[in-house]
C-alpha cells in the first residue's frame, strides 16, 4: 500500500473551503447581492468537487469491495446534496424559508464531509495502491476544473421547490 494522505489532503481543502462559504453564507441576510454571489460559489464549488470526487476516488473505490458499500453511500448523499442545492435555488432568498432550508442543508453537509473526512478516508487509504494514487492524482484537479468552468446553478421551478 501506498501514502493516500495527497488526495486525502486534497479534499479535506476543499470541504474547508466550503466550510467557510457555508460560515459566510449563514452571516447573510435576505435577497442581498452577497448571499447571492456566495451562494453561487457554494454550488459550483460543490457541484465540481462532487464530480471530481466521484471520477477520481469513488470510482477508484467502487473497484475495492471491501468499499463499496461506503462509497455507494457517500455517492447518493452526492445526488441528495445536489438536489437540495436546486431545491434552495429555486426558493426566494428573502423569504425566512430560505434560511430555513439552508441550515437543514448545511447541517447536513457538514455531516456528509465529517464523515468522509473521519470515517470514509481512513477506510479507504488501506486499499489503495501506488497505481490508484496516481489515477486519483491526475483525475482530481483536472476534473473539477473542466467541472468548475461548466458548474451552474440549476433551480427547480418555483412550482416544484419543496415547502
Do not use: C
Amino acid at each position: 500500500m501506498t501514502d493516500a494522505t495527497e488526495i486525502f489532503e486534497r479534499l479535506k481543502e476543499d470541504h474547508d473551503r466550503h466550510r467557510e462559504l457555508l460560515d459566510k453564507l449563514l452571516e447573510t441576510t435576505g435577497d442581498s447581492p452577497d448571499r447571492q454571489s456566495l451562494f453561487e460559489e457554494l454550488t459550483k464549488e460543490l457541484k465540481s468537487h462532487a464530480a471530481a470526487e466521484e471520477q477520481a476516488l469513488y470510482s477508484t473505490m467502487l473497484r475495492k469491495p471491501p468499499t463499496t458499500g461506503e462509497t455507494r453511500h457517500s455517492v447518493a448523499e452526492h445526488h441528495e446534496i445536489d438536489e437540495a442545492l436546486n431545491d434552495l435555488a429555486a426558493t426566494d432568498m428573502s423569504e425566512g424559508g430560505w434560511l430555513t432550508k439552508f441550515k437543514t442543508f448545511e447541517h447536513q453537509y457538514r455531516h456528509h464531509i465529517d464523515e468522509e473526512e473521519e470515517d470514509h478516508f481512513p477506510d479507504f487509504e488501506q486499499y489503495l495502491d501506488q497505481d490508484d494514487m496516481e489515477h486519483m492524482e491526475q483525475v482530481f484537479d483536472r476534473r473539477k476544473d473542466q467541472e468548475m468552468a461548466e458548474a451552474e446553478v440549476t433551480p427547480e421551478k418555483k412550482e416544484d421547490a419543496k415547502e
